[in-house]
């Protein structure tokens, strides 16, 4: 966000540069006395930094209720500044906090270690970080989005369109296993490397997850691609 030249005058200019000064990693540049009083115990940088604070805070308690799996196999500390790196790197541009962790995955992957290593060479529990802020992100998708419930599934033609709530997924590990054990309150050991094939979906507003096959789930794809599945 561009910082606004000078002091405000209007109170348009004031309320802009309210929001810059709480949304701006860096904060408001030049002195806060000119906009803000202070109190009897609070400077007004202090006064500020009360909003900056809770604004940051509502922010990563999403994250955290958006990733429990992820959180649960980082730690809530290690998952805090992941997430908190995240957030200073791509702030909120959206009028929902359901867009808040969308480009969380493409963040993880561009910031991981290993990234300038062939994939035959990566380390496999960054992959497991990766993939499992994947399925979270879809499952949320999925348990948020548009569903079935109240309507016909849609047709084109002579074979049922998929529904907008379907997603697939390749992972490297059964993270939905994981995810479901810790959104129940259990202790979950991390999960077991080896390659799953997923398929989410919901059903009367519960989210539905079924393990595929290689070949459905590449049939799978290529029907939400847009292409025609082959016909026996």
Known sequence: MASPAGPPVTLADTQRW?????????????????????????????????????????LLEVMRGLHPGLRALLGPELFDDFALDYLEACPSRSYTLFQLDARFVDHLRAHRPDR??????????????????????????????????????PHSGPAPAPAACLRVLRVCAPVHTYHATVRR??????????????????????????????????????????????RS
Do not use: C, M
């Open 185 to 230: 309150g259990l202790p979950a050991e991390p999960p077991a490397p080896g390659p799953v094939h997923l398929a989410l979906s919901r059903r009367d507003y519960v989210v539905k997850v079924t393990e595929l096959e290689p070949d459905g789930y590449r049939l799978l794809s290529a029907r939400l691609a847009g292409d025609r599945a082959p």
């Open 116 to 153: 300038n290593l062939p994939s035959g060479r990566r380390e496999g529990w960054v992959d497991l970080i990766v993939d499992l802020a994947r399925y979270e992100r879809a499952f949320a998708e999925v348990y948020d989005g548009p569903g079935t419930e109240g309507g016909p599934s």
């Open 18 to 58: 309210l929001q810059h000064a709480i949304l701006d990693p860096a904060g408001p540049p030049g002195t806060v006395d000119e906009v803000l009083t202070r109190s009897r115990e609070l400077s007004s940088r202090q006064r500020l930094d009360v909003y900056r604070r809770g604004y940051r805070l509502r």
